[in-house]
């Protein structure tokens, strides 16, 4: 699962360097004027939240910082998601968590763990890198990322399976 997580960041991170300062925080038409930057924070500060969070086992995904500056400088987020990449690798994953939302009462957390927080972040930073890469077809650079950028694991198993039993026709 943490090499899961690794692609992801890495993948981002080559995004972060490959883009310049404009493309990064140029507000798109197709996403509502949002940005390639404010997608990349969105992303980021779910895991943030939870890396945080794992020291007190508890977890708000509603309380995140929504550090600007994440969407606006891409260096920064490289730099985070960086660090991001080596807090994953320091932290154990199979104890549980009190998950809290804002829409909650805080005396009554849903219980998960932090294994199943890390695969919600997963998917959910899957889902905005789909959004991404609508961004990037906007602006003519869809070539930067992989065809498996913004593609659930779960998907791409399943196509990588019709092309084998095609391939053995």
Same mark, same amino acid.
């Given at each position: 699962?943490?090499?899961?997580?690794?692609? &992801?960041?890495? @993948? &981002?991170?080559?995004?972060?360097?490959? =883009?310049?300062?404009?493309?990064?925080?140029? %507000?798109?038409?197709?996403?509502?004027?949002?940005?390639?930057? %404010?997608?990349?924070?969105?992303?980021?500060?779910?895991?943030?939240?939870?890396?945080?969070?794992? *020291?007190?086992?508890?977890?708000?995904?509603?309380?995140?910082?929504?550090?600007?500056?994440?969407?606006? @400088?891409?260096?920064?987020?490289?730099?985070?998601?960086?660090?991001?990449?080596?807090?994953? %690798?320091?932290?154990?994953? @199979?104890?549980?968590?009190?998950?809290?939302?804002?829409?909650?009462?805080? @005396?009554? *957390?849903?219980?998960?763990?932090?294994?199943?927080? =890390?695969?919600?972040? =997963?998917?959910?930073?899957?889902?905005?890198?789909?959004?991404?890469?609508?961004?990037?077809?906007?602006?003519? =650079?869809?070539?930067?990322?992989?065809?498996?950028?913004?593609?659930?694991?779960?998907?791409? %198993?399943?196509?990588?399976?019709?092309?084998?039993?095609?391939?053995?026709?």
């Amino acid at each position: 699962m943490k090499n899961l997580h690794q692609n &992801l960041f890495e @993948d &981002l991170k080559n995004l972060c360097l490959n =883009l310049n300062d404009l493309q990064f925080c140029l %507000k798109s038409e197709l996403l509502n004027q949002a940005t390639i930057g %404010k997608h990349l924070r969105h992303s980021i500060e779910f895991y943030l939240c939870l890396i945080q969070g794992i *020291p007190s086992r508890t977890v708000n995904y509603d309380n995140r910082q929504r550090e600007q500056r994440i969407e606006t @400088d891409r260096l920064y987020a490289f730099k985070i998601l960086s660090d991001l990449s080596n807090q994953l %690798k320091m932290h154990s994953h @199979d104890h549980s968590l009190n998950l809290f939302t804002n829409e909650t009462s805080s @005396d009554k *957390p849903f219980e998960t763990s932090v294994n199943r927080e =890390l695969l919600y972040c =997963l998917d959910h930073a899957i889902h905005h890198q789909a959004l991404i890469k609508i961004g990037l077809k906007e602006l003519n =650079l869809s070539d930067l990322v992989g065809s498996h950028f913004g593609v659930g694991h779960s998907t791409l %198993k399943y196509e990588s399976s019709l092309e084998k039993n095609q391939s053995s026709f």
